[in-house]
């Protein structure tokens, strides 16, 4: 058998693709090969007036995974030169190498935007993410990396819960763009305990929740002993303006921690049915900080604390709210206290620290008594 050569081609207009061979692929039209004799190379296209690059093969299909399989395409696909010289549209119309499409793309940082981006196993990378936060994070699972990483670039919509796994950091790309995440029926996080004491931060994300989160579901949730969880710059609204929004308190929920930090946070409107701390609840942690967040217009029908709840039964235990600001919250209950801003339910002495905080217009609506009261903060 001979061997094909495909050589010194030039595609001479602007733009153009394949400088040896362009190759439409649609359903009913996958019956090309290129043997393992077939060899493709200084073939250039011209992408402008004063540039070459080569570009032996371009490929559209109106589904490159599907349409373009390795049996097909029997010469070597490798990276490095093949980077532009074999490429094709994938389903967003972006060139891509075609050794993507069987090479699973494994990496400490994976990107992901619905608005450019495709699950498939070549995204993650930032010129091609991927286009949903679980897909992305299911790419992280699989590498053996220590410290892990998910930009967010734009929307993303979450109605399922997410297990964050290992040390992991949940970012915007952008930092003065922060990534909207819209939050509804089962959707939030919970910090999975696969590893001892995982450190997980969740940076600079404006969250929604646009519908009822189910009973017992929480944006963020973690009961992993010693774990270091950091929330910051982080916006939580309830896109239900004066309707329930979550059926069990807490926004942010963490217990058994080793040091939990949330600051530069803000929180507005936030309904709870029922439970303590509508906007944080934090439970027997060794060391929490809220610094510099704000807690407005959350309720709860049937609890304590609509801005903060606070459980300590450990001496070793500590808490510092400072330069945060409680305004119109209100708790509803058929109990002497109720803590509009804060509630404490603590057994011993504690290192608690209130530092430079504003508290405004807080509540306490006794039911029994169907009278309300300004009630910044109770204790138990």
Known sequence: EGKTLFTNSLCNETNSKGGAVYLQVGEGREDYIFEKNVSLTENYVKIDDNSLIENSLFIDA????????????LFNL????????????????????????????????????????????????????????????????????????LNLVDTQTLTQILFLEGNIILKSKFVRSPAQMSISGSGGFIIGGLIQAPNVTIKNIDFSITSELTEGVHVLDSTVNNANITVSECIFISGRPQRTIIATAGVIRVANAANVTVEKCEMYSILATTGNGVGISLINNLNALINECLFSGEYTEYGNGAGISVVLSNASHAIAIKRSRFINDMVRNNMSIGGGGIYFNISDYKSIDIDTCLFSENRHLNTLQSSSARNNSGTD
């Open 62 to 73: 109106d589904s490159l995974y599907s349409r373009v399989t390795l049996d097909k395409l």
């Open 78 to 149: 490798t990276q490095g030169d093949d980077e532009t010289n074999f490429r094709g549209y994938d389903i967003n119309l972006n060139e891509i190498p075609l050794y993507y499409l069987f090479n699973e793309y494994q990496a400490s940082a994976i990107y992901v935007s619905d608005k450019t981006g495709v699950d498939q196993i070549w995204c993650g990378r930032e010129v091609f993410p991927c286009k949903t936060i679980e897909y992305g994070h299911d790419k992280l699972s699989s590498t053996t990396q220590q410290q892990l990483q």
